[in-house]
């Protein structure tokens, strides 16, 4: 009994030494920086539109035919990541990033893309559906 209490003596004694040896850092720099851009800092380079078209297999297989026109090589996958102004991923449809490259080929100088608009057009099959998927995008350079 003695032994018991011994050491539940110990381990709160323990737990509380341990909760009192917390520090804090504070750091003296500002955690994000902001930059504001209008549209006369941007300089308009072009327009394009990118396209996927896809076989979806009972909601869950996908089956890529066409990127871009061109058909598709499941050896060689270029991606071209497109970011808006708060750094994070436009929301564009999961298989349009396929075919994002064709922005860098289009337009190389280009730092700042803009995503117009999307359309998925389904055609319903049996235990599947056709997916044709495209978007329209801006592209500007900064002055």
Known sequence: ???LRYLICAIALTLGLASCSVT???AFAPNSTQLNLHMDNLEYLGETTISVEYRVYMGAFVSIDKVN???YNND???LFPIYNNAGVADN???NL?????KLAE??????YFIVVNQTEEKHRLFLGSQVTATA???AYSLK
């Open 136 to 138: 329209r995008i801006k």
């Open 24 to 26: 804090r850092q504070k």
């Open 1 to 3: 009994m003695k032994l």
């Open 92 to 94: 564009l449809l999961p």
């Open 69 to 71: 026109g061109e058909d």
């Open 97 to 101: 990033q396929r075919a994002s490259f």
């Open 76 to 78: 060689v996958i270029k």
């Open 106 to 111: 289009e337009y190389p100088a280009a730092d």
